[in-house]
């Protein structure tokens, strides 16, 4: 049978009540502008909703399958299926990408996820909450072109959840912070404003936070495993073991995450600058533009640090994550180009110091 897919164009179904199979998926104009009703028809669009060793996951109108490994994709990615050859299936352009340095010593990109609308940053009032992870994350889903949300759980065991609040709010005026019961009907009520029809939204955080207790609150049902934290020192432990799409009913899309130990930041200059938007505007202050913030003369962040203004840890946060993610964004044409310069400069004063010795 040949689906007519003329309904999921642009400007289709503006009328339509009941939103379609895709539109359930997350499919919008952005995706209906890449491609025709030919294309449609001989390719029809899915979504991919799991990443396996033997394959994609994947869900369209009337689809759902497995395909073989090939399309460099992600979950949430939207690919064109090719039926007869599923390896040769396009991959749409992304509105949106998580991605990080892959762990590790080598330079490979991994890919998290893709077409996400909203990312829910996750961490818990108590021993597991650090303002430097956060501020990653958020620089994260402001790199990708993502509304980031900080939740914070665990609120109801917190003597004072406000303490953790406060710090929250105080990394970007710009993401709002939620404190909550992460068990129950709290987490629906408080992230409704996020979680429409036809949107992607994700957890992002570490282990033992409460990501896949989100996951089910929204889902209304035990379907993702949870576990506890170790009592001593409230670290978690793994339970999701691979990123994966949860369809609520009536409801979003939901991609609950394993827990990242480690969050190397590369390509998220305009993440970062967002994210530490204040010390942007000061530096932009500064009487020199290639001013280093030391020992300069008329240096505004300087200035805000002698008056009080600035916090000296957040200056410093900013400053590592800058570095780390200039090292990391370079090429290795470059970096060893950096190496070879930095290697004939010593080998220079080395033989320069011999010549003066003999």
Same mark, same amino acid.
């Given at each position: 049978m040949v689906r007519d897919y003329s309904a999921f164009l642009p400007g289709a179904g503006i009328a339509r009540r009941e939103p379609t199979a895709l539109e359930r998926l997350g499919w919008g104009p952005v995706f209906a502008r890449q491609i025709d009703t030919g294309a449609l028809t001989d390719t029809p669009p899915v979504r991919v909703t799991a990443v396996h060793r033997s394959g994609l996951q994947v869900a369209g109108d009337g689809i759902d399958e497995t395909i073989p490994p090939g399309p460099e994709a992600t979950v949430g990615d939207w690919l064109l299926l090719d039926p007869a050859r599923p390896r040769s299936s396009r991959v749409l352009d992304r509105k949106s990408l998580i991605r990080r340095?892959?762990? %590790?010593? %080598?330079?490979?990109?991994?890919?998290?996820?893709?077409?996400? *609308?909203?990312? !829910?940053?996750?961490?818990?009032?108590? @021993? *597991?909450f650090n303002v430097a992870r956060l501020e990653r994350y958020v620089a994260l889903a402001l790199e990708a072109g993502i509304d980031p949300v900080i939740v914070l759980t665990k609120a109801d065991l917190a003597e004072d959840p406000a303490h953790f609040v @406060?710090?929250?709010?105080?990394? $970007?005026?710009?993401?709002?912070?939620? =404190?909550? *019961?992460?068990?129950?009907?709290?987490?629906?009520?408080?992230?409704?404003?996020?979680?429409?029809? %036809?949107?992607?939204? =994700? !957890?992002?955080? $570490? $282990?033992?936070? %409460?990501?896949s207790t989100l996951t089910n609150a929204l889902l209304g049902a035990q379907s993702v495993a949870t576990q506890g934290i170790r009592e001593d020192d409230a670290k978690g432990r793994h339970t999701t073991t691979r990123r994966e799409l949860h369809a609520v009913p009536g409801g979003c899309l939901v991609l609950d995450t394993p827990g990242m130990r480690e969050l190397q930041l590369t390509d998220a200059a305009s993440g970062i600058a967002d994210l530490f938007d204040d010390l942007e505007t000061l530096a932009g202050q500064c009487r020199f533009s290639d001013c280093r913030h030391e020992t300069e003369p008329g240096c505004a962040i300087r200035a805000a640090l002698e008056d009080g203004r600035l916090d000296p840890a957040r200056l410093a946060r900013w400053r590592k994550l800058q570095a780390e993610d200039a090292f990391n964004s370079a090429t290795l044409a470059e970096r060893r180009e950096k190496d070879r310069a930095f290697g004939k400069r010593v080998r220079d004063a080395l033989r320069a110091k011999s010549d003066r010795e003999r």
């Open positions: 340095r892959a762990p %590790g010593t %080598g330079r490979e990109m991994q890919l998290i996820a893709a077409n996400i *609308d909203t990312v !829910f940053v996750v961490t818990s009032c108590n @021993e *597991d @406060e710090k929250a709010q105080a990394i $970007s005026d710009r993401v709002p912070v939620l =404190a909550l *019961d992460a068990r129950g009907t709290q987490p629906v009520e408080a992230l409704a404003g996020w979680c429409k029809p %036809g949107r992607t939204v =994700a !957890f992002l955080g $570490s $282990s033992g936070v %409460g990501k």
